[in-house]
Structures are given as C-alpha cells and as structure tokens.
Antibody, heavy 123, light 108 residues
Framework: EVQLIQSAPQVKKPGESLKISCRGS????????IGWVRQMAGKGLEWMGI????????RYSPSFQGQVTMSIDKSTRTAYLQWSSLKASDTAMYYC????????????????WGRGTLVTVSS | EIVLTQSPGTLSLAPGERATLSCRAS???????LAWYQQKAGQSPRLLIY???SRATGIPDRFSGSGSGADFTLTISRLEPEDFAVYYC?????????FGQGTRLEIK
C-alpha cells in the first residue's frame, strides 16, 4: 500500500525554525519526485515547489522562493520542508504529494497525497 | 503564471443530479496538462482526472473530464452522497503549477 507518512502537528513561536518530514513507503521511492502544497485554514491549495528525486534539484513557486527549503534523503525515503524563521502567516496545513513521473515536462500532477502536517505559529 | 478560474464557487445539488464544474485558464493549456482533485472535509486531496479526461486509478466512471485549450469541465453524472466535497483543477504546463480556487459541491 502506498503511503506518504507526514510528521506530527507542530506548534511554534514566530522566529523559530522548523523541519517537517514526509516518508514514502509501499512504492519505489527512487521513481517519484515529491511536491509540497500549502493549505491555509478554509482556503485553497497553493503549490510550494518540487524536489526532484533523481538529482535533488528543486523548483520553487515564486511565492515561496527564499521562504522555505526542500530536501530529500533517499536512504531513509524521506522528504523534508524547512523554515529558518517562522512567521504567524506560515500557520497552515502542509501536504506532501507524489509527482507522477511520466509527464513530458518537469511539471506534472500529483497522484498520491500525504495526510498533511498542521503547523501553528503563535506567540 | 497561468491563472485558473473555477465556477461556480458553490454548487448546490441533490443526490442523483448531474454536476458540471468549470475551470477556465488565463492562457491555453498545452497538451491538456490539466488535473482535477477532490477534497473532502478533513482529508487530503485525491486525484480524480489527469490529462483533462483520463480517470485516475479507482475513480468511478460517473466522474468524467473534458475540454481543451483554455476551457475544461468536470462532470459527475449522478451524484452520490460521498461526492459532496470541494473540487480543484490544477495545470502542469510549466512552473509555477497553479490550482483553481475550488468549487464547493454541497447538498441541496
């Protein structure tokens, strides 16, 4: 069974750092890149970026470039999303999702999603 | 950046009725690189349609996608109680990927 297991909810203060994770199981991890999507409470889906499984190259949405860092550890089958200095406006649900690998360009759809990690930033 | 505009914002229908959801792009979506997702309350999104008209694995055939160019439609032929949710379209032509703002399908 395909699973993307995301880390537990986090409560942080503004200015703190955070790294959340997404571990893949039940499929060939080395085949699928991972995307991250933000969903603020009661709002829609916002694409944050993709980390490519082959060379760990990253492509960020302009809205999130410089605000977050994506990384991946193929040995532990885990992708990460991190912040160096959180803001209250980072409060949201963060989903990782598996990028279908057979599109003709570097972008594609997401065929499987994790359950999300809720991040709350409050003083 | 390609902007996707979904309409209507909210659609109120009864079980058994037909639902038609629209997704309009600000420019042509090459190669029909458009997907649809369903998100139920408290759950993560689920892929329904890719390539504008291909159903994802396990998706019932009451869901169908159509369209090309800049206008796309998701149709649910006969609504089941479990279909009431929020639906999003997404393009994957180029970076940045964008999603529509969503259509909420609610029980009338």
């Amino acid at each position: 069974e395909v699973q993307l297991i995301q880390s537990a909810p986090q409560v942080k203060k503004p200015g703190e750092s955070l790294k959340i994770s997404c571990r893949g199981s039940g499929y060939t991890f080395a085949t699928y890149s991972i995307g991250w999507v933000r969903q603020m409470a009661g709002k829609g889906l916002e694409w944050m970026g993709i980390i490519y499984i082959g060379d760990s190259d990253t492509r960020y949405s302009p809205s999130f470039q410089g605000q977050v860092t994506m990384s991946i550890d193929k040995s532990t089958r885990t992708a990460y999303l991190q912040w160096s200095s959180l803001k209250a406006s980072d409060t949201a649900m963060y989903y990782c999702a598996r990028l279908w690998p057979h599109c003709s360009n570097a972008m594609c759809y997401f065929d499987f999603w994790g359950r999300g990690t809720l991040v709350t930033v409050s003083s | 950046e390609i902007v996707l505009t979904q309409s209507p914002g909210t659609l109120s229908l009864a079980p058994g009725e037909r639902a038609t959801l629209s997704c309009r792009a600000s420019q042509i979506i090459a190669s029909s690189n458009l997907a649809w997702y369903q998100q139920k309350a408290g759950q993560s999104p689920r892929l329904l349609i890719y390539g504008a008209s291909s159903r994802a694995t396990g998706i019932p055939d009451r869901f169908s996608g159509s369209g090309s160019g800049a206008d796309f439609t998701l149709t649910i032929s006969r609504l089941e109680p479990e279909d009431f949710a929020v639906y999003y379209c997404q393009h994957y032509v180029t970076s940045p990927i964008t999603f529509g703002q969503g259509t909420r399908l609610e029980i009338k």
